[in-house]
């Protein structure tokens, strides 16, 4: 250490005069690179799913396959989505990408709001053969019973009616399940369907139409990673795409 200060000494009087500004640059400089440095990164891993899998990377999607996405509430708003692979698999059309959005923090911070940036890469698939009435699922939180709640009547918040099962306490605590029509949605989800989402809990998914939407909140999926994804994916369309007996 006493080296390394006698080795600065001559330097002290520019590091005393100029050190702020240079930390500024430095830091600047840094955030720009990473920037640029993590899409180049990740379109990179994309391409390389995208080979293994048999899709084809692209900058935009069809009209069709956007107005798929469109559809869907749980990615759409002020989100943004990009590193699209589409193809057919299991003879179905998927859409495979980064879905990302702010979300603002409920705390301050020298009169800022905390927030950041939620990542999840998802898997979007259109089938003729889907057969289920359109609802929303997601992991419960405290927020949900709020806004399902007062908030819900008061403000613009509001999220709809959890739709519980009293035969699976479970999936009622891990899920939060909503759709205009209570009555199909309650004949859709039968046993096998209520513990199939039990046993795998953190899942998000959307049927609209004849598309259905996948995701695990807040994981942004690398490359290696994207073929499970698209698996466990599959697993979930499989549960809706026959008729539960």
Excluded at 9 to 18: A, H
Excluded at 123 to 148: G, I
Excluded at 162 to 187: C, M, N, W
């Amino acid at each position: 250490m006493p080296d390394l200060l006698e080795w600065l000494e001559p330097f002290m009087p520019y590091l005393v005069k100029y050190g702020l500004p240079i930390f500024i640059a430095v830091a600047v400089l840094g955030a720009l690179a990473k920037a640029i440095i993590r899409p180049l990164k990740r379109q990179k891993a994309i391409k390389e799913a995208a080979q293994l899998l048999g899709l084809t990377c692209v900058d935009e999607l069809t009209p069709e396959l956007a107005d798929l996405l469109d559809s869907f509430s749980i990615i759409g708003g002020t989100g943004s989505l990009n590193h699209f692979m589409v193809g057919v698999v299991d003879d179905t059309s998927v859409v495979i990408g980064d879905y990302h959005y702010y979300s603002e923090g409920s705390g301050r911070s020298h009169g800022q709001r905390n927030g950041k940036t939620v990542r999840q890469t998802f898997v979007a698939f259109r089938s003729e053969e889907l057969q289920a009435p359109d609802f929303n699922l997601q992991p419960e939180n405290v927020l949900h019973h709020m806004m399902e709640g007062f908030l819900g009547k008061m403000t613009q918040y509001d999220v709809g009616k959890d739709i519980d099962f009293t035969s699976h306490p479970v999936f009622s605590g891990q899920y939060f399940l909503k759709g205009a029509d209570e009555a199909a949605i309650r004949a859709r989800f039968q046993p096998e369907i209520l513990a199939y989402f039990e046993a795998h809990p953190g899942l998000t998914v959307e049927v609209r139409g004849d598309g259905l939407v996948f995701y695990r909140h807040s994981e942004l999926v690398e490359g290696g990673g994207i073929r499970t994804l698209l698996a466990d994916a599959l697993g979930v369309l499989q549960l809706f795409r026959v008729r539960a007996s």
